[in-house]
């Protein structure tokens, strides 16, 4: 609706006369929903890696703080992008009495923070996959379904050049109407979703490309994307704890 009413891909010349009003609440709604999307799949990831990853003190830790930095800039960001403008109604109606903050400054630092949260999130599996002890083929395997969230902070990374653009007016657009600019935040939003679910996907490309996507051997135990994916690392790490437990009581039955 937003496009709708907004007539974005459209040429001025082409726009029929209209009540701009419905666009620019449906601008508001964008507003609004945009960073709270962004950061709870980040909080979905983050909570996942805390699963796997989580019995190690110090990657819990930054995991917890990174999620809590995360949460709290939400909340934060989410008041001042409904509090831009009082009375709220000044936001859709330029011309009521009232003020707005400076909402460059605000999209612009709202942008910067959700690339920074980006690095920060790619940042801990890349950490913790470098340091396992796992045949290399394996390793770049996980690495790529993790470093797919890449994708999104290139596009935000766009959307951020372009937004510096158009709000500090450091371009001339001719036919503002007709840039299609906007749909770097679609691209954004729905990048985020897929690449939060990429490492869901880790059984189907085992079953596609096996010699880059086995299961690895640690211990004499198979390590699969079940164990990976569908357990807590302590479970797994228990797991792989009571194999020579179960082999020891094998043998002494065996002596018996």
Request: with cysteine; hydrophobic share 50%.
């Amino acid at each position: 609706m937003f496009i709708k009413t907004n007539f974005i891909g459209i040429s001025i010349h082409d726009i029929p006369p209209h009540d701009p009003t419905p666009g620019a609440i449906w601008n508001y709604a964008v507003q609004i929903l945009y960073n709270p999307i962004l950061a709870l799949v980040k909080t979905s990831v983050l909570l996942s890696l805390l699963r796997l990853f989580g019995q190690t003190p110090g990657v819990r830790r930054f995991i917890l703080w990174v999620n809590t930095a995360n949460l709290a800039a939400m909340v934060g960001i989410l008041v001042a992008v409904v509090l831009q403008c009082y009375p709220i109604e000044k936001t859709w109606e330029p011309l009521r009495e009232g003020t707005c903050i400076d909402r460059r400054i605000l999209f612009v630092t709202m942008a910067s923070f959700n690339i920074l949260t980006d690095l920060l999130v790619l940042g801990i599996p890349l950490r913790i996959l470098s340091g396992l002890k796992i045949p290399t083929r394996t390793q770049f395997a996980l690495m790529f379904v993790f470093l797919l969230g890449f994708l999104v902070t290139i596009v935000a990374i766009v959307r951020m050049a372009l937004l510096i653009q158009g709000l500090f007016m450091l371009i001339e657009l001719r036919d503002p109407t007709s840039n299609i600019s906007f749909i770097t935040s679609a691209m954004e939003t729905n990048l985020v979703l897929i690449t939060a679910s990429a490492p869901a996907l880790r059984p189907l490309l085992r079953a596609w490309c096996p010699k880059w996507c086995g299961s690895s051997r640690v211990g004499g135990g198979a390590i699969t994307e079940k164990q990976i994916f569908g357990t807590t690392a302590a479970t797994t790490f228990m797991h792989m704890k009571s194999q020579p437990m179960i082999r020891d009581q094998n043998l002494r039955r065996t002596d018996t």
